[in-house]
């Protein structure tokens, strides 16, 4: 509403200059013409004996002799008229050969234009015409200003609140219900935002879900050992357990807490790659080195089960964190022996290919079924439960590595096939 009324103001003032100078132009270029055309033949004369009805059109002419004195004049009586010869259009005609001039009339509301020309005997003749003064103009336009101002802010007003209400009915009709985001009837400019929200809202959505899911998963694996050493250490203090059974029990206990152990470790691990900020400080660390130890430290696990662990490769530096890398070879390889059959064989090996390091871990084992291949990366999903209690598996294990994989910017692929075994690739910027 402002910016109107300032408009309208501004356009008011500068119309009114700009068509009062060219009324003001107008004017004197008809005088000049209507001088000019008295200039021809002896004016004195003819004026004196044929005046005619001159104020009919504002019009006044007066003859000026070269000393200042007025020798005719249409509208006044000669002899009451004083010396001319300092008023500015006569001084301009004597010096330049014509001359023009504004004067306020009487009143405000009107003004005297004069112009004067120079005549060959060297007496001056000057045409003179009243007209609107700029205030006149102004005051005239003064009802439509006035009109245009009252209405201005009036459809100002309700233009103003038809558009507020159209931009942002669309979004508190999105925030009233955010489940039904896409209902909304949005404009053009708002579906970006729209459908940021939503994904942002999804995403919140899938987010909870997943951590109820999650708890409720571990709460359900806790369950089981629990309630493992609650019966056994109750059996034992009833007194219902003789020597042999004790020793047996206390192994059951035993096992039980560690797997308890294991299973908070990996929980714990997880929840630390969860909140894990990006920037981790990595080190150079070299893949080959940190393969070869796990694969050390799993050569009597894998005896025990009867699967021969070989590995090989070359030194190979990429950027990582060493805990984390070393967490990663070792669940990959532990599986590979894990879910692997008598007789079995599992290789590791490492090795650069262009400017990528890769870790590579092959197993002959029971191979994983194709429906299953998508989800073993998710949290506590396993495709035998059995299998994986009995080899003291959480379900957490691929979930770890494929968190690892993410913080270091690699990609990991899988190659899998019932019966026949399972290849599983994982491969890393090598570092420059
Ligand atoms: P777990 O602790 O049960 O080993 P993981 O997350 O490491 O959990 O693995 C999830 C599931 O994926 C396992 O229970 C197993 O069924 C399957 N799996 C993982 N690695 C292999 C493999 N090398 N061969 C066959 N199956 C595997």
Redesign the pocket.
């Known amino acids: 509403m402002l910016i109107s009324t300032l408009a309208v103001v501004i356009t008011l003032l500068l119309m009114t200059t700009v068509f009062y100078r060219i009324l003001q132009s107008q004017i004197i270029e008809d005088l000049k013409i209507y001088a000019n055309v008295l200039a021809q033949g002896d004016i004195l004369e003819s004026l004196q004996y044929n005046p005619g009805d001159l104020s009919k059109d504002n019009m006044r002419i007066t003859v000026i002799g070269a000393d200042g004195s007025v020798l005719y004049d249409s509208d006044a009586d000669v002899e009451t008229m004083d010396n001319h010869l300092d008023r500015p259009e006569v001084k301009d005609a004597l010096e330049y050969g014509e001359g023009y001039c504004v004067r306020q009339s009487s009143t405000m509301k009107m003004n005297t234009f004069y112009y004067t020309i120079l005549l060959q005997d060297r007496s001056i003749l000057r045409v003179a015409r009243e007209s609107h003064s700029i205030w006149s103009i102004l005051y005239q336009s003064l009802p439509v200003f006035l009109i245009t101002l009252i209405a201005l802010p009036i459809v100002c007003l309700l233009l103003s609140r038809y558009l507020t209400k159209s931009l942002v009915s669309p979004i508190e009709q999105m925030a009233a219900d955010m489940d039904h985001i896409e209902e909304a009837n949005v404009y053009e400019e708002l579906v970006p935002f729209a459908e940021t929200i939503k994904e942002q809202h999804d995403a919140i959505l899938s987010n909870a879900n997943m951590r109820q899911e999650f708890t409720a998963n571990v709460s359900h694996e806790l369950k089981t050992p629990l309630a493992a050493i609650s019966g056994y250490s109750e059996l034992i203090e009833n007194g219902m357990a003789s020597g042999p059974d004790v020793v047996r029990f206390a192994a059951g206990i035993h096992q039980s807490a560690n797997r308890l152990l294991t299973l908070i470790n990996d929980i714990i691990q997880l929840s630390e790659l969860d909140v894990m900020k990006e920037e981790e400080p990595f080190e150079e660390v070299n893949l080959y080195e940190l393969a070869r130890d796990s694969v050390e430290m799993l050569q009597i696990r894998a005896e025990e089960r009867d699967v021969i662990l070989t590995m090989e490769g070359n030194p190979c530096l990429i950027q990582g964190n060493k805990q984390m890398i070393e967490e990663l070879i070792y669940?990959?390889c532990?599986?590979?022996i894990?879910?692997?059959n008598i007789g079995g064989s599992v290789r590791v090996s490492v090795g650069s290919e262009a400017d990528k390091v890769i870790l590579r871990?092959q197993?002959t084992?029971?191979?994983?079924p194709k429906e299953?291949q998508e989800r073993?990366?998710e949290r506590f999903?396993?495709?035998?439960?059995s299998?994986?209690k009995s080899?003291?598996?959480?379900?957490?294990?691929?979930?770890?590595?494929k968190h690892i994989v993410a913080v270091h910017g690699a990609q990991i692929s899988l190659v899998?096939e019932v019966g026949k075994?399972?290849d599983?690739t994982v491969t890393f910027d090598s570092k420059r």
């Open positions: 669940n990959l532990d599986n590979a894990c879910y692997n871990v197993d084992g029971i191979g994983i299953s073993i990366f999903y396993r495709v035998d439960k299998r994986s080899t003291g598996g959480t379900g957490l294990g691929l979930a770890i590595v899998s075994g399972t599983i």
